[in-house]
């Protein structure tokens, strides 16, 4: 007999979906008409996707909520079990151009907003050439392929390259404190960085786990939080990488360990090598 897996069921539905979902981006490249909760207009494809997930993954045995960053309140299911955050469509902006995008999802013991260290699994699919999933569980890291639904390994215990080769910031420049853009300055001038930023968190995330390097949405002059959700995009990503062996900080220390007080706040985001998360740290302190 078999032992259901809730994190496997949850898992396996949004490999099969995200075939789905990578098809169904053509002809909603459009706007929706509506804003998400953090007051960004939406796409048509944001709603679609986000409709295809509720509906998938709050019908799972095991799963007691799903909550999504396009949708203000959190979906309870009957069953006592596993809370899912999902960002259906990261970087959608990302549409009108045709570039990479990503879904994220994390998966918690615990009621939602939830705290990283609840997290028992996260990963993300990235819409590039390929689409892969990248999956943290129980410390391990692995890679996939995705083709018609199906899940194939190609790399077991990913892990971040110890030679930092890539950066990439969010956020405009002059928002940037001082302290941040000095420590960028310091990233540049080393000779063996490398600037990859392509506006889709997961696409410039992956960038790091695939080269080594740090990606960061800080805190801005007028948002001291950055822009990302702490549940549907730090907390997963923090998870991912510090898994892969990097680290993750809010620029003080790890994301994991930031309070949860509302299902939709933000978090200034900086994840990658050990080396350069400390130094961040170090320069921000
Ligand atoms: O939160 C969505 C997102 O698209 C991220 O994937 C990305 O890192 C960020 O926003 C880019 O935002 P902006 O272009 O507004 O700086």
């Not at 819409?127 to 996939?144: H, Q, S």
């Not at 390994?153 to 404190?177: A, K, S």
Request: glycine content about 10%.
């Amino acid at each position: 007999m078999t032992v259901s897996d809730p994190v496997e069921d949850i898992v396996a539905t949004i490999s099969r979906s995200a075939t789905e979902i990578r098809q169904g981006l053509v002809g909603r490249r459009g706007k929706a008409d509506e804003e998400n909760p953090s007051g960004e207009t939406q796409a048509e494809a944001d709603v679609w996707a986000d409709d295809l997930l509720a509906e998938r993954l709050s019908s799972i045995d095991g799963v007691s909520q799903y909550a999504s960053e396009e949708r203000a309140e959190i979906i309870d299911c009957d069953d006592d079990g596993l809370s899912v955050a999902v960002d259906p469509l990261d970087g959608s902006s990302n549409l009108k151009s045709n570039n990479t995008m990503g879904t994220v999802f994390g998966i918690y013991d615990e009621p939602l907003p939830a705290p990283g260290t609840a997290l028992v699994a996260a990963g993300y699919v990235l819409y590039g050439p390929i689409t892969t999933m990248v999956y943290a569980r129980d410390g391990t890291v692995t890679k996939y392929e995705l083709t018609g639904g199906e899940r194939t390994v190609v790399e077991h215990d990913v892990t971040l390259p110890d030679d930092p080769i890539t950066y990439g910031f969010g956020g405009r420049v002059p928002d940037w404190p001082a302290d941040f853009e000095a420590y960028v300055r310091e990233v540049e001038a080393n000779p063996q960085h490398k600037l990859r930023y392509g506006g889709a968190m997961i696409g410039d995330v992956n960038q790091v786990l695939t080269y080594g390097g740090i990606f960061a949405y800080p805190a801005l002059e007028d948002s001291p939080n950055g822009k990302l959700r702490l549940q549907f995009e730090g907390n997963p990503i923090g998870y991912v990488i510090e898994a892969a062996g990097g680290r993750s900080s809010n620029g003080e220390y790890s994301i994991l360990e930031v309070e949860a007080t509302d299902l939709h706040q933000r978090v200034p985001v900086h994840v990658g090598n050990t080396s350069l998360i400390d130094r961040l740290e170090a320069a921000l302190a």
